[in-house]
């Protein structure tokens, strides 16, 4: 009787705050994708007469910067800059992590401790500092800081990636696959990742908005992205010198910043929660 009442009982709801997290994401990557379409003006038209407008100016609502460009039209294009970035940078990573990862736990070995090293020698390495160097040395470039970031982060796949393949391993599906004369390739990509997508998934949300809180760093540090395109970073960075006479220029992007990676952190750890069995 209590197993028949269970199996009636609905299944929890979302939360409040995840739900306000997804919605927020969902307004973040509409943004991105119709950016060229909500921008009501282009990012580098200037208007001298009309610099420094507070928010709620007609035609400008959210102010303009020292130059009289639209803050909110350069908020939309930062919004997708700094997910483009994100995204791209993330899926690199996980991809490289999960790989090297997977090498490990096949060839075990000189091959996997070369790979743990790797991934100790990465976790101590001090990224930012490595990114500044890098990006000094070469100049920056969208592609080359994509690449870049796309390095942050990937040891922790690899360490799930190999954690969790050796476990599959020791368990019968895995063995039994590759008895009936499946290929490695077909062993790790259609049947072992399969069954640890859902660890990676939670790992990439978490390592996503280090991702954008690095890149911010970078631009603001005048590394990141150059003019005259922009992020959210790079405004962070112009507007800190009005931050006493135009504030508005620096806190628009700054919560935008804030909020996303905070709505990031709230589904992750609800994904985390549903995905994760030993959680329940």
Known sequence: ???????????????????????????????????????????????????????LTPGHWLGTDELGRDVLSRLIQSVRVSLVIAFGATAISAAFGT??????????????????????????????????????FFGSSMLLLVCLMGFYGWERYARIARGLAIAAGAQGYAAAVEQLGATPRR???????????????????????EIIL????????????????????????????YLTTAPWIMLAPSVVIMITTLSISLVGDWLRDRLDPTVR
Request: hydrophobic fraction near 55%; proline fraction near 7%; glycine fraction near 8%.
């Open 1 to 55: 009787m209590l197993a028949r009442d269970d199996r009636r009982r609905p299944r929890a709801a979302i939360p409040t705050a995840v739900a306000l997290g997804l919605g927020w994401l969902a307004l973040m990557v509409l943004c991105a994708i119709l950016a060229d379409l909500l921008r009501p003006y282009d990012i580098t038209q200037m208007d001298l007469s009309a610099r420094l407008m507070p928010p």
């Open 99 to 136: 790989t090297l990862g997977f090498l490990a736990a096949r060839f075990r070995g000189l091959v996997e401790q070369f790979v743990v090293m790797l991934a100790d020698f990465q976790a101590a390495l001090p990224f930012l500092i490595m990114s500044l160097a890098v990006l000094a």
């Open 187 to 209: 062993l790790y990509l259609g049947h072992i990742l399969p069954n640890v997508a859902s660890t990676l998934i939670v790992s990439m949300t978490l390592t996503f908005p």
């Open 214 to 241: 690095m890149e911010s760093g970078l631009s603001f540090l005048g590394l990141g992205v150059q003019p005259p395109e922009t992020s959210l970073g790079n405004m962070v960075g112009f507007g800190r010198d």
